[in-house]
Nanobody, 117 residues
């Protein structure tokens, strides 16, 4: 099975950018479709972006479309989430997850993103 570790979170002003990284070990990311989720305090977990195993197709929640970009680096065995034009409502803990079938059994520990107004 795959182990996932996120990094790259932090505190940024509104309008700024961050790039989150998710490093995989134990298995190659090419074995999985991947996704980024986030959870803000008091809110349900939200899937914000996903990418296919091949990297040929991606998906974004309406709330981040046009601002966030998901990508993979197979050589580094990493998946990234480039976040631009950040808003205070993007504040959350961000998680990467690997999909198996219709579920996401493998998760990282999360990285905090805080956007100040």
């Amino acid at each position: 099975q795959v182990q996932l570790v996120e990094s790259g979170g932090g505190l940024v002003q509104a309008g700024g950018s961050l790039r989150l990284s998710c490093a995989a070990s134990g298995r190659t990311l090419k074995d999985y479709a991947m996704a980024w989720f986030r959870q803000a305090p008091g809110k349900e977990r939200e899937r914000v972006s996903g990418i296919s195993r091949s990297g040929g197709s991606s998906w974004y929640a309406d709330s981040v479309k046009g601002r966030f970009t998901i990508s993979t680096d197979n050589a580094q065995n990493k998946v990234y989430l480039q976040m631009n034009s950040l808003k205070p409502e993007d504040t959350a803990i961000y998680y990467c997850a690997a999909r198996v079938g219709a579920s996401y059994p493998f998760w990282g520990q999360g990285t905090q993103v805080t956007v100040s107004s």
